[in-house]
Each structure stands twice: as C-alpha cells, then as structure tokens.
C-alpha cells in the first residue's frame, strides 16, 4: 500500500471506534496544539495521584499500584503499593539522580535521573513526524475533560492513545495495542490532584537508618554519531544499513557492569527509542531467557517483556541485544538480519 | 529465606554443611525454582572438575627441612639475587611452593574470567533492559512509573536480589 493511502485509511478507522463519535462539549483543537501542551506540561503543574498500570507479559499479565507525585520541574516520587512484591518500593528522582529504596532488603540503589525537562516545539515535530496522529474527540476521565489523541508509528507497530487532560496536558490515561489491536498496556489515573506547590521536602530521598547503598552509574558520556560510538567501544560497533521507516541515529554511550562492557547505540523516531547493543562474546555467556528465534544466519533469544521486548543473538564473535517498546517481533527480527549482514 | 539468599547457600548446601533444617528448606526450594536448580548443577559441575585434579605428594625430604628449623631464629640477611635463586632451586619444596604460585598466578586470572563472563550471562537482559529504560526516559510521552518499574526490578537483579514474583502475580 502506497504511503500517501495509508494515513487516509488508518485515520478512517480510527474515526470509526465505537464511543468516539459522541458530540463534543468543548471545541476540539488541533492534533500539534494537543502534542504541545502534552509536551509543555511537566512545566505547567504538580500533581500527585494515583496510577495503575497494566502490562501484558508473555502470556500473564501484571497490574501495579503506585502513587505518583510530580514537582515541577524534574522531580518525581513514586510509591509502588501493590503487587505484594513491589509493595514498599519507593523511588524518588531529583532530576539529577535517582534513589530507589527496597524496605524487603533494607537496600538502597542510586542511579541516573529518568525524568527530563518539559518538550519543546522542535521535539514536538519530531513527534508529528514519526507518528501519525489524530485527535478522536473529548471524554471524561476521572471527572475531568481529557482529549483522546491517537498516535501510530509511521514504522508500523504498536499504537498508542492518550487521554490529555484539557486543562493542563497532563496524560491521564494512556492505552497501547499491538498491531492485531490487542492492548498490551495501559496506565491510568484513578486519583489526581493539581497543584502549584507540593512541597520540595516529598522529593528529598531520605536515608533509611542502616541501609545498605549500591550505585549503579553504568553509563558513560553519550557521543553524537555511530563514528564516535566505534571509536569509543574498541570492539567495533555496527550501524544497522537501513533502520525501521522514520528512526534515526540519536546517540550513543559505553556502559559498564563489571567485567561486562557495551556499546549502546540509540536511534529513535521522535516517540520511541530502540537500542542496539553490542558487547564481545568472550565477556558475556550467551544469555538463556525469553524464546528461541530464528534468524536468516543464526538463532536468536526473544523477550517479551510487554512493553518492551529484548532479541538477543550472538554474530561473528559479538553479542547483540536489541531492546525496544512498540516494535513487533517480526521487525526485530528484519533489523537483527540487517545487523548480521 | 528469600530466593537470593537460599541461592548464596546453595555451595554449602552441596558441601553437606547446612543444618539438616537448612538443608530440607533448600531441597523444597529447588524443586520449584529452575535457576537454583541450574545454579547447582553448575556448582556441582566445578567440584567435579576439581575433584578429577591429581593429588601431588608432599616431598618427603620437606618435614626434614622444616623441623629442624622451627624453634630457631631467624635466617640471616638474605644472601645476593643470584645466590637467591640457586638456593630456592636447590631446596624442592620451595621449587614447588614457587611453581604453584606461578601456576595460581595464571589460572586465577582465567578461573575469574570465566565466572565473570557467566555472571555477565546471568545479568545481561537485566542489565539491557535497565540501560534502555533509562535512554527511554528521552521519549516525550513515556510512563515514569512504568520506567521506574522496571528500572527498579533490573537494579535489583543487579544487585544480586532479584525480585520474586508474587503469588497474585502468577
């Protein structure tokens, strides 16, 4: 099917979801004033509720409770409640690093900052441009007026939606399917509340008495072009010849674990990272998780972690790890044989 | 005892040098848990090779030289290098006590390599996952408390304290 053909007729379709064609209170704006503000938002407000998440793994599924809070800008807290085995885990990120607490070990692990600053209108491109996306219409979440935007990766895979709450941009819900249109992941607020000023002590980590600290910086300066990467890996590191439609090149970092050293090269297509790394055979054992895959020139291990899926092959004396979220197996395993040749 | 700290039991365990109660929790553990079970295959697998080792007799001119000597004082100021080194050559049981170092000195490094490489083995798809989570976290619209998820169990795994699943996760 043409490229031009395909918008037309995904958009089609999507207007076509039950539910979605109820008149709307407020006026619907445009799908980049909606990205903007979805951007914009962690510049916008605190807030702090609670959050349930829903994950497909293989073939069971695991839902996790968690209080969320956010301040802005950059600063999270987060308290996981329920399963049982997360239950008690605390995670508070500064912006610069995080701190994580496990009370079941007594065990404290400080590691790289995951929240970053507020999106800007560049970025908000690169969104528009690797996805097509479609603003469906207005509902109520959580008594709260929320836009359903719905976005699918030029690159095929996964689509997402999102209910973006109207008067803040702040996400309340979010949906994944997979490409037969199964969800395989959604998270939502059950409980928000906004404010201007939570207080800065709730993102202060605070030591437990006793506890043990591991740190865990593994990653090193990222580096702007593959060239650099191979440069720095010693081991050589090869850049796929063609990448899923849409993704490019964004950067690269060595990491290290002890005696394990990587490469990591990222690429991304504004919505979505996937990650190359390569790390010599002779410093890691094959490993033994997921289920086997077959490539054109060799096997393969495939994981499925729901929201992300890890492939994982040995070639020519490297070991190679393609992690991504979104993507479908088979296109894994296209850019695995790319790899190869 | 949680999984990980019957696994960090499991080299005593074949070692027979657990209390029989220790012992009884390790073998029901092992019949439900596959990575304990590989564990100690392994462990067995490495006390079987150093038990095919051969056995080298001790010298027996070595007691000789070694009683007459305790009691008295201490040898003098070591003689010239080269003198050194003939006297250690001449004396068998320090020729052996330097070619067991040497040999140490070798198969250390080796011996290291190998479980380091193993343990990368062991750790590696957490250890992906984590890195990509974080260079997730670049993504405009990605879920905090998910990255936090999994950034979370794969620091654990990490750090040798995997996270066990729950019986309303199974």
């Not at chain 1, 790390?279 to 054109?296: D, I, W």
């Not at chain 1, 492939?311 to 790899?339: C, H, K, M, N």
């Not at chain 2, 150093?50 to 004082?73: C, D, K, S, Y």
Request: charged share 20%; aromatic share 8%.
């Amino acid at each position: 099917m043409s490229r031009r053909g395909l918008p037309t007729l995904w958009l089609v379709a999507a207007l076509a979801v039950p539910g979605l064609g109820a008149p709307a209170r407020l006026p619907i704006p445009a799908v980049d004033a909606v990205v903007a503000a979805m951007l914009g938002a962690p510049a916008l407000v605190d807030y702090e509720g609670t959050k349930v998440l829903n994950a497909v793994r293989g073939d069971r599924a695991e839902t996790v409770t968690a209080l969320e809070s956010y301040k802005r800008l950059g600063k999270l807290r987060v308290e996981y409640l329920s399963p049982e085995s997360v239950s008690g885990r605390l995670i508070v990120d500064d912006g610069a690093s995080s701190w994580q607490y496990e009370p079941s070990y007594h065990l404290v692990i400080r590691g790289p900052s995951f929240v970053r600053p507020p999106g800007n209108a560049p970025q908000a491109r690169d969104v528009l441009r690797g996805s097509l996306a479609a603003v469906l219409g207005v509902e109520e979440v959580i008594g709260r007026q929320t836009i359903v935007v719905a976005m699918e990766p030029r690159a095929g895979g996964a689509s997402r939606r999102y209910w973006v709450d109207q008067a803040t941009g702040v996400v309340l819900r979010m949906e994944e399917r997979d490409a037969t249109g199964e969800v395989v992941f959604t998270s939502f607020f059950t409980r928000i509340s906004f404010g201007l000023n939570l207080p800065p002590a709730l993102f202060r980590f605070h030591l437990p008495a006793g506890a043990r600290i591991i740190s865990l910086f593994l990653s090193g300066d990222p580096v702007a072009s593959p060239q650099a990467l191979r440069r720095q890996a010693r081991f050589g590191s090869v850049v796929p010849a063609s990448l899923p439609y849409g993704y490019r090149f964004r950067d690269g970092a060595i990491s290290q674990y002890g005696a394990l050293v990587t490469s990591a090269a990222t690429y991304t297509d504004g919505v979505r990272t996937l990650t190359v790394f390569q790390t010599p055979s002779s410093k890691m054992a094959f490993p033994r998780v997921g289920v086997p895959v077959t490539l054109e020139s060799t096997d393969a291990q495939l994981l499925d972690l729901g929201y992300v899926r890890v492939l994982i092959w040995q070639w020519r004396g490297i070991t190679y790890a393609l992690v991504g979220s979104s993507l479908p197996g088979s296109a894994f395993v296209l850019l695995a044989d790319e790899i190869n040749h | 005892m949680t999984h990980a700290r019957l696994q960090h039991q499991l080299s005593a365990y074949l070692d027979g040098e657990l209390t029989p109660a220790d012992a009884d929790e390790i073998r029901t553990h092992l019949v439900g848990c596959a990575a304990c079970r590989e564990t100690l295959s392994r462990l067995q697998h490495v006390k079987s090779l150093l038990q095919r080792l051969p056995e080298r007799p001790v010298p027996e001119e070595l007691w000789a030289t070694i009683r007459p000597r305790i009691g008295t004082p201490a040898t003098p100021v070591p003689a010239p290098l080269r003198e050194g080194v003939r006297a250690v050559f001449r004396r068998p049981a320090l020729a052996l006590a330097g070619a067991v170092l040497i040999v140490a000195l070798v198969a250390v490094p080796l011996i290291r390599g190998r479980i380091e490489r193993i343990r990368a083995g062991e750790i590696g798809a957490d250890f992906f996952v984590r890195e990509h989570a974080l260079l997730s976290s670049e993504d405009p619209f990605s879920d905090r408390a998910y990255l936090g998820l999994l950034v979370g169990d794969a620091n654990l795994a990490l750090a040798g304290t995997p996270r066990e699943e729950s019986r309303e996760e199974r």
